[in-house]
């Protein structure tokens, strides 16, 4: 068994202060094999909410991974937004932008789909697909983790990246097990399977940390895969409430091909 532990929208500069403790003594309970963190580690990309971003993963005892997302870069500077949009992520998280875990038979692959001049809507490149495809294991569990969807459900409001269609045909046809990704601070595993399945499955978190009050729960997951099955560990912590609860469980495999669940 392999564990995957997927963390995303942490928005420090906004985060729920009381929940930093116990979420970081339930990250470091789970002994996750790997911590793969899709974007928006700060709300407005400040050097100081860098600083509080860099100081929370550095006691998070797991290897760990991150891409940026949206709010990872600055917002109201455009000049450095144009010009140098990761300079302050680069300094404090991670030299690269779109990183590799690879852990057991688990591979994981970061795509960066900010772009700095939309701000937030996010985009995919036909360059960045082709690299991915290119770089898959077939000896593995092949995930790709990045900060925008790749579909939304249509009460969405955000605009979907652009070349999300395509990069999730490409991702798809390529062989691409699993997708991770964030944005959103909603929470859907297994939403575009239609009737019959797909080899892809695609799971957003909601914010691990964001203190928006429409948010309405803070939440992370823990992800178990064995072979070809998984099992999903989900914590919640509503803003009602001072703490987690007891995790919710799911379960999916792929033994036929494609993601079902059980």
């Known amino acids: 068994m392999t564990r995957i532990l997927h963390l995303s929208d942490l928005h420090f500069g906004l985060e729920r202060t009381t ?9 470091n309970a789970a002994r996750a094999d790997l911590v793969v963190v899709s974007g928006d580690l ?32 600055p917002l109201y500077k455009l000049t450095d937004r144009i010009m140098r949009p990761y300079r302050r992520y680069r300094d404090a998280i991670a030299r690269t932008l779109e990183p590799i875990g690879h852990v ?8 960066n789909s900010v772009d ?3 701000w937030q809507r996010g985009a995919i490149s036909t360059d960045q697909v082709a690299r991915v495809t290119r770089a898959l294991d077939p000896a593995c569990v092949n995930i790709v983790a990045l900060h925008h969807p790749l579909q939304q459900r249509p009460e969405v409001d955000k605009a979907l990246a652009e070349g999300a269609p395509e990069a999730l045909a490409g991702f798809e046809s390529a062989g691409i097990h699993v997708v991770l990704t964030g944005h959103l601070h909603i929470w859907s595993i297994g939403a575009f399977q239609g009737a019959s399945g797909r080899s892809l499955l695609q799971i957003q978190a909601g ?10 729960q803070n939440e992370f997951a823990v992800l178990d895969f064995q072979g ?10 509503p803003m009602s409430e001072p703490g987690f609860r007891p995790p919710e469980y799911l379960r999916f495999t792929r033994r036929t091909g494609i993601w079902q669940s059980l």
Not at 20 to 26: G, N, Q, R, T, V
Not at 209 to 216: E, I, K, Q, S, V
């Open 116 to 118: 700095p001049m939309a």
């Open 42 to 73: 700060t709300h407005r990309g400040r050097s100081a909410q860098f600083a509080q971003a860099a100081a929370f993963l550095r006691r998070i005892e797991a290897p760990l991974i991150a891409v940026p997302g949206n709010h990872d870069i």
């Open 228 to 237: 070809d099955d998984l099992l999903v560990e989900r914590h919640i912590a």
């Open 19 to 27: 929940l930093i403790a116990p979420l970081l003594d339930l990250v």
């Open 207 to 216: 914010t691990a940390l964001c203190a928006r009050p429409g948010d309405l």
């Open 104 to 111: 057991g038979d688990i591979r994981v692959q970061g795509v």
